[in-house]
């Protein structure tokens, strides 16, 4: 029942019942008195699913989200490697234990999909059955993807998103399946208030949803284009020749640098 250990903060028996009684009293009363919707669930992987399950039977909240950050798997070149079929299952696999109502953020498609960028090689945005290689890809109603958070970037940058890339990450996120995140300084401080809210706008107008469908057409070291739901066709990377692959029905929502974004007319 153990998990992995932390050394920022003490250990707490979540094995006691008492323990888990006054755990859950506590989530409740947040919830009923102060207005709570839902838990975010840190460290998630410091202990046992299954104590992360009794919490959310305990509690029932409307939306809940965990927190299994894991390093990806890396060749000798000190580069990703292209499967991470076994990073993106081991969250997939945490939704499963924990009763399937959770979500988790997909640090696989952060991951993935930050090295493509910044290596220039977006044919990593293309796994090996042809569709995304993140956990989008295969539990896409349970993933919350982000292109950074408190911790990955913000003030403390343990793993920081290139910021020459970041709207390229948002055109991503925001455009396909999973359920995407806005993190408050790209937002508010970094001056891309406008940028994302029309990607956000474009993904409600055509109603892509966490289950949305995506079709790759494109996986080049710099193209990446996909259509959504044949309602939107996304397209990232330095190369403008793309307009063969989109269907003359479709009219540019928005573009910027390195990014367009198509809809169906």
């Not at 890809?137 to 911790?151: K, W």
Request: glycine residues 10%; aromatic residues 12%.
């Amino acid at each position: 029942m153990a998990g992995a250990d932390f050394n920022g903060a003490p250990d707490i028996d979540h094995l006691n019942t008492r323990v888990q009684r006054e755990q859950s009293d506590w989530m409740n009363w947040i919830k009923t008195e102060i207005g709570f919707d839902g838990w975010r669930f840190d460290f998630a992987k410091g202990y046992s699913p299954d104590i992360t399950k009794l919490y959310m039977g305990n509690t029932r909240p409307e939306f809940a989200v965990g927190e299994i950050w894991n390093p990806l798997s890396y060749g000798s070149d000190g580069k990703p490697n292209y499967d991470q079929d076994g990073h993106r299952r081991e969250l997939t696999e945490w939704v499963k234990a924990v009763g399937g109502s959770a979500t988790a953020f997909d640090f696989t498609t952060k991951g993935i999909l930050q090295a493509a960028l910044v290596e220039g090689e977006l044919w990593r945005l293309k796994d090996s059955n042809g569709g995304p290689p993140g956990m989008i890809g295969l539990m896409p109603e349970n993933a919350v993807t982000f292109v950074d958070n408190h911790d990955t970037g913000s003030t403390q940058k343990h793993w920081p998103f290139p910021s020459d890339k970041v709207m390229q990450g948002y055109v991503y996120i925001l455009t396909h399946p999973g359920i995407p995140s806005i993190i408050y300084d790209h937002f508010f401080d970094w001056g891309l208030k406008e940028e994302i809210s029309k990607l956000a706008m474009i993904r409600i107008k055509n109603g892509i949803r966490a289950s949305s469908t995506v079709r790759i057409l494109a996986s080049d070291p710099d193209l990446y284009v996909a259509a959504i739901d044949d309602k939107i066709i996304a397209k990232i990377g330095p190369r403008y020749e793309a307009g063969h692959l989109v269907p003359t029905n479709f009219r540019i929502a928005t573009c910027g640098n390195d990014y367009v974004v198509w809809e169906k007319q």
